[in-house]
C-alpha cells in the first residue's frame, strides 16, 4: 500500500478510483481503459500543480516519507563489489551510520550513510538514522582511511539529527560530531556529500562539509527540526509549519544562500514514487560533480573547501 501524505489526499482519492476500477470483473465486455486512463492523466496534473508549490512544512513531510530511498538503497544501486566496514575501534559499532568500500561509476570510493532503516525492525536497528558517538567516530574512522588510500569520499544524509540520549552524551556527542567535521574538512581527497532527505543539525553536517554538498530538491537541511524549533520559540511544536517557513530548510533557500552547491530535481511527485529514476538522477549528479575534483591535490582540495565554509560565514555577517 502506498502511503499518502496529508496534503496528498486528492491524489490517493483518484488513485484509489483507479485501483476499484482495475479489480472490478467486466463480464459485459464494458472497456475501463478509457476511464482509467483519464484519471490518470487527472492523477498526473494533480501531482504537478501540487508539488509545483509545495510549503517548507510540505517539503519536510516529503523529506521524511517513509518509502523515500534511503541510504542502504543508494549504495545497493551505485556501488559496485561494496564493502562494509563496520566498528569505531574504541567503544562499538553504530548501525545508524554505515560505510565501507566500493566502485561508483569505475572510481574506488569509500562511502558513508546515515540509515534510517525502511521498516518497523530496521528502523529501530539503525536508531531511526540518529547516530550515537561511535557513529560519528566511525565516519571518522573510515575519511581518514580514505585519506590513507587516496580514495574520493561520497556521503549520504538523511538524519533528524544526532542522537540526543544520556548515553550518547555521556560518551562524547558533542566531542566526536566535531571531530566528524574535522575529518570532513581535512580530507585529502574529493569529498561530495549529498542531502537525500533530511539533514538535521550537527548530525548532518558531521558527514556534509564536503568539497560539493548536493540536495535533492524536496530534501531539507537546517539547524534544527521544525519542530524542536516551534517548541523552543512558542512552547508549542503544532507551530511546525511556522518554524519550517522561518527557517528557510528548502533545497532553494540553500542554494540561494550558497549553503549547498546544486539541487538535483526529483521526479514529479517526489523521489518516493520513483526510487530507482532517483537513485540514477542523483549518481549521475555526483559523478559531475566528482570527475573535476580528482585532479586536484590534497592541498589545494583543503584550502578551497576551507575556504568555501569560512565564506558562508563572512557572507553572514555582511
Known amino acids: 500500500m502506498r502511503h499518502f501524505l496529508d496534503f496528498e489526499k486528492p491524489i490517493a482519492e483518484l488513485e484509489g478510483k483507479i485501483e476499484e476500477l482495475r479489480r472490478l470483473s467486466d463480464p459485459d465486455g464494458i472497456n475501463i481503459a478509457d476511464e482509467v486512463a483519464r484519471l490518470t492523466e487527472k492523477v498526473d496534473r494533480q501531482l504537478n ?62 562511502a558513508l550513510g546515515t540509515e534510517k532503516g525502511s521498516d518497523t525492525d530496521s528502523r529501530v ?18 575519511i581518514e582511511l580514505a585519506g590513507r588510500f587516496g580514495l574520493p569520499v561520497l556521503s549520504f544524509i538523511d538524519t533528524a539529527g544526532a542522537f540526543p540520549g544520556i548515553d550518547a552524551e555521556a560518551r562524547g556527542q558533542a566531542e566526536a560530531i566535531a571531530r566528524s567535521i574535522e575529518a570532513c574538512l581535512a580530507a585529502p581527497v574529493p569529498f561530495v556529500a549529498t542531502i537525500i532527505g533530511e539533514g538535521g543539525s550537527g548530525g548532518a553536517v558531521a558527514l556534509a562539509a564536503g568539497d560539493r554538498v548536493l540536495m535533492l530538491e524536496h530534501a531539507v537541511y537546517a539547524v534544527i527540526s521544525p519542530e524542536g524549533c516551534a517548541s523552543i520559540l512558542w512552547r508549542d511544536a503544532a507551530q511546525a509549519s511556522a518554524a519550517a517557513e522561518a527557517l528557510r530548510l528548502t533545497a532553494e533557500d540553500l542554494k540561494r544562500m550558497k549553503l549547498v552547491d546544486a539541487i538535483i530535481s526529483e521526479p514529479i511527485g517526489g523521489a518516493h514514487r520513483a526510487p530507482a529514476q532517483t537513485i540514477a538522477t542523483v549518481g549521475q549528479a555526483i559523478e559531475e560533480q566528482l570527475v573535476p575534483l580528482l585532479p586536484l591535490d590534497a592541498a589545494t582540495l583543503i584550502a578551497r573547501r576551507r575556504e568555501k565554509f569560512l565564506e558562508m560565514g563572512r557572507e553572514a555577517a555582511a
Do not use: C
Open 49 to 110: 500543480v501540487t508539488y509545483a508549490r509545495l510549503t517548507p512544512w510540505q517539503k519536510t513531510q516529503v523529506a521524511r516519507h517513509p518509502d523515500r530511498p534511503k541510504a542502504s538503497d543508494y549504495f545497493a544501486a551505485l556501488l559496485a563489489d561494496y564493502t562494509p566496514l563496520a566498528g569505531d575501534r574504541a567503544y562499538a559499532d553504530d548501525a545508524a551510520i554505515i560505510g565501507g568500500l566500493g566502485r561508483f561509476h569505475g572510481h574506488s570510493v569509500v
Open 125 to 142: 536497528a539503525h536508531n531511526f538514522g540518529m547516530a550515537r558517538p561511535e557513529g560519528y567516530r566511525k565516519a571518522r574512522r573510515l
